[in-house]
């Protein structure tokens, strides 16, 4: 009873100090960063690293519950610099939804969601100086061209709580169905870190 435990808790410390997954999948016209789980401490070092390669980075394949506010907004920065193109698989909620917004063009699956909430403090509380970070964000998305529905909806959604962008949200935002990128399915139970690539031919 003690092992299986001990096995559990190992199973769950784990998980929460699990980086984010980035894999490398190659497309017809260059490579896509495919991002799964939660943004954590040194996951945009790891992100930069791949625009070092040869490879050209074209885009993003995301799915996030969010994380780290910190390394989540400088993926985004340096996801609006390249001008990337952002597919969403499933779901890309609080920070996540910052590389989102930040893409040069974005993309969704039929049921995928885009979640947003105020920000809080390294203790998960809204305090003051979170609620002035969230203001401050709020302008820099305007900026962006983020529509002011959704703006809305992040700044008044407590951050213990989400709201999920609608139709004329994503339609404000040029958001497209369907995945923009011609590649073949990553398989989840493969650990090779390139995947195959399609005939691009016709």
Same mark, same amino acid.
């Given at each position: 009873?003690? &092992? %299986?435990?001990?096995?559990?808790?190992?199973?769950?410390?784990?998980? +929460?100090?699990?980086?984010?997954?980035?894999?490398?999948?190659?497309?017809?016209?260059?490579?896509?960063? &495919?991002l799964?789980g939660?943004? @954590?401490?040194?996951?945009?070092? &790891?992100?930069?690293?791949?625009?070092?390669?040869?490879?050209? %980075?074209?885009?993003?394949?995301?799915?996030?519950?969010?994380?780290?506010f910190?390394?989540?907004?400088?993926?985004?920065?340096?996801? #609006?610099?390249?001008?990337?193109?952002?597919?969403?698989?499933?779901?890309?909620?609080?920070?996540?939804?910052?590389?989102?917004?930040?893409? =040069?063009?974005?993309?969704?699956?039929?049921?995928?969601?885009?979640?947003?909430?105020?920000?809080?403090?390294?203790?998960?509380?809204?305090?003051?100086?979170?609620?002035?970070? +969230?203001? @401050?964000?709020?302008?820099?998305?305007?900026?962006? =061209? %983020?529509? @002011?529905?959704?703006? &809305?909806?992040? %700044?008044?959604?407590?951050?213990?709580?989400?709201?999920?962008?609608?139709? +004329?949200?994503?339609?404000?935002?040029?958001?497209?169905?369907?995945?923009?990128? #011609?590649?073949?399915s990553?398989?989840?139970?493969?650990?090779?870190?390139?995947?195959?690539?399609?005939?691009?031919?016709?």
């Amino acid at each position: 009873m003690v &092992r %299986v435990l001990c096995l559990l808790l190992a199973m769950i410390l784990s998980g +929460t100090c699990s980086a984010l997954e980035i894999r490398r999948v190659a497309a017809c016209s260059g490579v896509v960063l &495919r991002l799964r789980g939660d943004f @954590k401490e040194g996951d945009y070092a &790891r992100f930069k690293s791949h625009f070092r390669k040869k490879d050209l %980075v074209i885009g993003l394949d995301l799915s996030s519950d969010g994380g780290d506010f910190e390394e989540g907004v400088q993926i985004a920065n340096l996801a #609006h610099q390249k001008k990337l193109s952002v597919y969403v698989a499933e779901e890309c909620d609080s920070v996540c939804a910052f590389v989102f917004f930040a893409a =040069g063009k974005r993309y969704l699956a039929q049921d995928s969601r885009i979640g947003v909430h105020s920000i809080s403090n390294s203790r998960d509380i809204e305090d003051l100086s979170s609620m002035r970070l +969230t203001h @401050k964000f709020a302008r820099l998305l305007a900026q962006q =061209g %983020v529509p @002011k529905s959704a703006i &809305r909806k992040l %700044v008044t959604t407590r951050p213990s709580d989400i709201t999920y962008l609608d139709t +004329t949200d994503l339609s404000a935002l040029d958001t497209s169905v369907g995945n923009p990128f #011609h590649y073949q399915s990553p398989d989840k139970s493969s650990g090779n870190a390139e995947e195959q690539q399609q005939s691009c031919s016709g």
